[in-house]
């Protein structure tokens, strides 16, 4: 069995897959290709906002994001204390800090109520100028963005949305990567809309933002061109192939693939609700299960069902081991008095467990039976 089985997947799509990365060697236009413009607008159209640009992987678009704003020496940006480190990382790569908040003991998301407490923390310092929160719609649940935005508004900060794990999923009737100023994603593989290597897509409403990302993405390139640069950039672009190879992956994920996830985490959900907290997802939202996560109740009780998985040969990974303020390279953010106890609380009991929309029925029952043998 499969963590995430990307082969399954192939099987079902090859024949267009296939003929799609044909149709890139042939006319050999691997850079640029008419592919990645038809895969921007299905994708901006896909979760409803006016402009996406591709780039080479979701943390190539996380660092541009911050690039856009000018994110940097004194400006504190507010994350929640689990995510992957992508989230996080540019704070420290431009001088910024990173105030971690604690996450909602319930979606396991960055906490409304800690966002709050902490901006107010930092103003109260006088050291750091609130700039920026990178809302993470961690394995694949929405954030909930009706907290957070205007959140965001009485202190005017920049909303990022990092929809890394969360392509496909939904709050209120709205896609992920339509929340915030600006939002980004991942292609990686294992993603729930994966490519075949890296890549990733940045999404805005606001053409002025969309033309500095553009230009951003190409070494800062001007309105002349390539060679007439007008800012600092990276070189940070989906190649050819991967845009070909996802076109027909988005079509699935619209056509079948949320619903599939949502049958798996429904039968899951019935066999593990009695002994382990199973996954929250709020009221009208869709969660895209990147990870399906229950919490033992203790750890020595996680740590006995992954032992018993791997004697039953079934994969399983922890997601995440360490919260982001116990993270050596965080070690002199400013933590100000925030307890992050429903974050350490999660990292001690979380569990991750199969899940992908070709996972079979005989499949899941292997699992929900060796998880509840280990009790
Ligand atoms: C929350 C989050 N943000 C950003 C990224 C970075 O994406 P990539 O691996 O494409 O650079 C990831 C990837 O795991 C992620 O989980």
């Known amino acids: 069995m499969e963590f995430i089985d990307l082969k399954a997947q192939y099987r079902k799509l090859k024949d267009e897959i296939n003929a799609n990365v044909l149709s890139v060697l042939e006319s050999a236009k691997f850079i640029g290709g008419p592919e990645v413009k038809q895969l921007e607008q299905e994708l901006a159209a896909f979760v409803g906002r006016?402009?996406?640009?591709?780039?080479?992987?979701?943390t190539d678009a996380l660092q541009i994001a911050y690039m856009v704003y000018g994110i940097g020496e004194g400006d504190a940006v507010f994350c929640p204390?689990?995510?992957?480190?992508?989230?996080?990382?540019?704070?420290?790569?431009?001088?910024?800090a990173s105030v971690f908040c604690d996450i909602d003991p319930r979606t396991y998301d960055l906490c409304p109520e800690s966002l709050e407490r902490q901006i107010k923390a930092v103003l109260a310092e006088g050291k750091l100028t609130p700039k920026a929160v990178v809302a993470v719609d961690i394995l694949g649940n929405p954030c909930d963005y009706d907290a957070i935005a205007p959140i965001c508004e009485k202190y005017g900060l920049i909303l990022?949305?990092?929809?890394a794990q969360s392509f496909g999923a939904s709050y209120k009737g709205k896609m992920c990567?339509?929340?915030?100023?600006?939002?980004?994603?991942?292609?990686?593989?294992?993603?729930?809309?994966?490519?075949?290597?890296?890549g990733g897509a940045i999404f805005t409403d606001d053409d002025e933002i969309a033309a500095v990302i553009r230009s951003i993405c190409v070494h800062g390139k001007g309105p002349r061109g390539k060679y007439d640069n007008v800012r600092v950039g990276v070189n940070s672009r989906l190649d050819t192939i991967q845009a070909a190879i996802l076109l027909p992956k988005l079509k699935a994920m619209g056509d079948y693939e949320i619903d599939a996830r949502q049958t798996v985490a429904k039968r899951y959900n019935e066999a593990f609700a009695p002994y382990f907290t199973t996954p929250?997802?709020?009221?009208?939202?869709?969660?895209?299960?990147?990870?399906?996560?229950?919490?033992?109740?203790?750890t020595e009780t996680r740590d006995r069902v992954i032992a018993h998985l791997k004697e039953k040969n079934i994969p399983n990974m922890i997601y995440y081991p360490t919260p982001q303020h116990a993270l050596p390279v965080f070690a002199e953010e400013p933590g100000y008095s925030e307890s992050f106890k429903n974050a350490d609380d999660y990292c001690a009991r979380t569990l991750s467990l199969p899940m992908h929309p070709y996972l079979e029925a005989e499949e899941q029952q292997l699992v929900i039976d060796a998880v509840l043998e280990a009790l």
């Open 160 to 163: 990022i949305e990092d929809a």
């Open 50 to 58: 006016k402009h996406c640009i591709t780039c080479a992987n979701g």
């Open 177 to 198: 990567c339509a929340f915030g100023d600006i939002a980004t994603t991942s292609f990686f593989p294992a993603k729930p809309l994966g490519c075949y290597g890296d």
């Open 81 to 96: 204390d689990i995510t992957f480190i992508s989230s996080t990382e540019p704070s420290k790569m431009f001088g910024a």
């Open 280 to 298: 929250f997802v709020q009221e009208d939202c869709v969660s895209i299960y990147a990870q399906y996560a229950i919490l033992a109740k203790d």
